[in-house]
């Protein structure tokens, strides 16, 4: 087989041109933004930007601009700007890329414009917090930590308490930040649309299990877009019921997005957003990816519907359970009902060096698919960002090999 | 090393000494022996955020496990290559075995490392008991203190249960005390290395800071106390006074190889050191009359409140901290050691090296795994290093 053999091109979703025009809509809103003086901030995915809407502070997430620069495949020229700064190149390829942005103003949009502030969460790693420190440094911008402890599996009791608190304390900062007031109707209302959005992903997560499986993995992970950064807005909540209708439609024709669909995958962490190719070319090989990790750290288990009544403490209880705040015995939980749920026939852990609390405990979780569901898995070496990382030749290679191994089980 | 002979000390200062040494350089058989003498259980922790106070509450001997430094390649089997290699090597010692005296261990979320370690731990059940405190980031509020405070007591309700080994308030107290005064103790030797009044060797003040977290607080202090009454002889040497930062740094091999460049390492801006032995809970029983101060409350106040780590948020006061140590130790320059993988410090790095040289401090940063004395390379640039002082030195 060739990573690169003759086949039919892939149908694309429609919905994905009409996600282009979002994207493009958002970027020139930021720049409007600056230039007209009005507050903006930097805030990292476990951060809801709904309460920024609701201030009309413009929310703008470094995580979805890193996995642009991915994308067009430039995070070695911006890291290397980082590095001459002195940051080391084994650091998160999201921060290589936007530090050097940040510093040298080079980058797919130019430069980008200084933040009115910035607010990161703890909800994810480490990372995220050093990365806008950092940023903090350079720009001298006033920046905000929302603390969320670690947890098990749940966040509650004193620990609810006080991420509620630290929420609380998060607001009243931004509003001694810009003068803009929180008003809780304001947010409700923003709530509102962020819920119906979030329904419909949850829909569109459950489409994926038909057979044939109406999409790839390549499909959905752009649309992780306005899932991170639209929560809340009535173009999120169109923008995705047009994605969902018109998948429900592939479903209803029961059209097959991999054409003799053999192998039944799921994939753990972020994707190569340099190599999204990889998933069509192996879509040759009747491979689909029809379930991730990913999309599912926005989908119902772990950020569910916001209680209207009370949308403080209701977000404080996913924040403090986010995806990436719980511990192993959940997310081998998850992986559980997964592959039940979706009929998978192995997993892929992709073994992302970018992304520490994603990948170090993958290891683990495969040993224990295998060990308890008998499900295979293979641990593939990559990054999500940087195109160095990933040998391509070794891992299409590993990937042969895997798919002989779920041939061996048939 | 620097050249400072250790001759002509009283009986009683090297017999101190030595007894710290041994206990420095191999910690797991000072814990072997603690058990054996005194029956009790004993819990591993792996950072300075985690109070030991908790521990000996319970009457349980707590156990900061160290990095062994040694090459074992078994943790491959559990987690990935790219988790930083001091965090391997506490799961490494464990799967060998090494281990097997704990009772149980407490994590705290100190970086994504050793939240990956936990999680192997977790889930392999290394030792008996396997528990995490839900900690704080933010270190700089009244809410983080009194979190803390109730997270602190709802650990310690698990070890009671888990381990059927109640809390005794009085020995909380007790333990507090026991604790500030060993810390004291270690940060007036720290003091008199700095100003070379008692110029103990790097390596050696490396081995009393492990021990200092390994031998029976009573017994830690009776030695060291011995030691400061009667230290060893000899004259500083011509050595050039540095500061030694970074996270964790138990290698006291490569301590003693930085030293045999011609560098005195005067003072300590480390997560095992100085921003360990700073800590001072002083939580004591109220006099008549006063209104007692919660020792929870104390305790979660002094550890937020210690100099931070680069994984604490808000990090900058320890760059106040590093620059004072430079002040107050008279040292010429400060070593970087940053361990491969250890994403905050990566990020911390630039900016202490700008601030320092801000300073005009001059600053060289070394990447290692924590392992061994160094390469013969990292020899030649610490003798360069040193050297750059000798003639008359620039900013690096």
Redesign the interface.
Known sequence: MSATGERQPMKRLEATRSLRSLIKGYYDDLFRTASEGRPSAWLNVGVPCEFFYAMDIFPFYPENYGAACGALKITPQLSAVSEA????A???SY?RATLGTVFSGEGPYGELPKPTLQVSA?NS???I???W??VQ?HWEVPTF?V?T????DQSE???L??VE??LR?MVAWVEGQTGRVLDLERLREVVRLSNEGKEIWSEVLDLRRARPCPITAADIFTHMFPMVALRGTPQYVAHLRALRDEIKQRVDEGFAAVEGERYRLLWDNLPPWFDLKLFDDLAARGVNFVIDTYTQAWGPRYMGPIDEVDPLRSFAAYMGAGFLNV??GRRYDLLAELVDLYGVDGVVFH?D?SC??F??????LRR?LQENLGIPGLLL?GDHNDQTLLDRGRAWSQLESFLEVIDGRR | MSGRAHTGEPPAGPAALARLRSVGTDPLSELAHIKERTGLMAMGYFDSYLPEELIMAHGIVPHRVTVSGRDDPRSHEFIQGYACPAARDLLEQALRGDLSLLDGVLFTRYCDSLRGVFAVWDSQKLSPFVDFVRYPTVVDTEGAVTYLAQELQEVSARIARALDAPLDERRLLDSIAACDRKRALVAELAARRATRDLPLAGADFLAVLVAATTMLPDEFTAALSTLLEHPPAGEPGDAVPVVLSGTTFDNIALAAAIESAGLYLAADDLSTGSRWYGIRVGSQPAAAGETPTDPWEALARAYLTKPPCSVKEPSSPRADHLVGLVRASAAEGVLFYLTKFCDSEQVEWPFLRDRLAREGIPVMMVEGDQKGEGSGALSTRLEAFRERFELGGEDS
Do not use: T
């Not at chain 1, 402890?149 to 098990?152: I, K, N």
């Not at chain 1, 990948?359 to 683990?364: A, D, H, I, K």
């Open positions: 700064h002195g940051f080391s084994d650091l998160c921060v703890m790693c480490i990372m917090m050093v990365w420190r950092a440094r930590v603390d402890p670690l947890v098990r009791g004193i620990n308490d006080y608190s630290e304390r511990q192993i073994s060096r520490k609390p990948s170090l405990v993958q290891v683990e224990k070496e």
